[in-house]
């Protein structure tokens, strides 16, 4: 009897190779620090400066806190897109790897996890804690939290793609909000309706946290694809 080798992408040194590049990303993250240091101060200095825009009623301020917590984190988080691929675009190690017996579109959805935990989720966890400085009710916070967690991988595995198409522009994170920005629209509805649905009832909360999580799903499949023929076209 003949035996059948494993499909290609999970050959067992594929797969070491991928958690190689997760992890060499990861000590490069918490070494470097300035994309979370950039998209955290960025988020805190919108939330900080949303009340005196608004003035001192508290319960407009409360109302409108998960939406205006929502939009903070989307574009604190696009701050950091550019960055995916420019380190390994510079040294050269993005040909490397584009080249390797890895499928790109495995190393880009390694980039993206990579962002996602290292900018998305501590965004995310950081939401409702700045959300006291905008008068957040205590009893949105778990499912502005549980939102935020399922909607920021779409900002990370779209955001790929935006990343790889202006990998070259002279001043890509302006081109990467103009073009991704509109991409994000359906996550940001869906996760301010499942809000909306908790705070105001009756609403099906649960609809609207499942098309979140569609959302997100379908970014993990389309992003690394569209991301690698991106990458493709730019180092051609």
């Known amino acids: 009897s003949t035996s059948r080798s494993p499909p ?5 040194d594929i797969v070491r190779s991928v958690f190689a590049l997760i992890r060499r990303d990861l000590r490069l993250a918490a070494r470097d620090g300035s994309a979370l240091g950039t998209a955290l101060g960025f988020f805190l200095i919108v939330v900080a400066l949303f009340p005196l ?5 508290l319960k407009l301020l409360s109302r409108l806190a998960p ?6 984190l989307l574009l604190s988080a696009l701050l950091s897109l550019p960055q995916m ?7 050269g190690s993005l040909e490397a790897m584009a080249s390797g017996p890895v499928p790109l579109e495995m190393t880009v959805a390694a980039k993206a996890l990579v962002h996602w935990l290292t900018t998305g989720v501590p965004l995310a966890i950081g939401a409702p804690v700045l959300g006291l400085l905008l008068n957040l009710d205590l009893s949105v916070a778990p499912i502005l939290l549980a939102t935020l967690l399922i ?18 522009a002279r001043r890509g994170g302006l081109v990467v909000a103009v073009l991704m920005l509109p991409l994000y629209i359906p996550t940001l509805l869906y996760g301010i309706t499942a809000i909306s649905a908790v705070v105001t009832p009756p609403g ?21 694809f569209g991301a690698a023929a991106a990458l493709r076209y730019q180092l051609h």
């Open 8 to 12: 290609r992408i999970w050959r067992p």
């Open 151 to 168: 909607g920021t991988p779409a900002i990370s595995f779209l955001g790929a793609v935006g990343a790889a198409l202006t990998l070259k």
């Open 53 to 57: 825009g608004l003035g001192p009623d």
């Open 67 to 72: 939406g205006a917590l929502w939009i903070a």
């Open 204 to 224: 099906d909360a649960v609809a609207a946290l499942a098309m979140l999580g569609a959302v997100s799903l379908f970014s993990l499949i389309i992003g690394p």
């Open 85 to 91: 691929f420019e380190r390994d675009f510079a040294d």
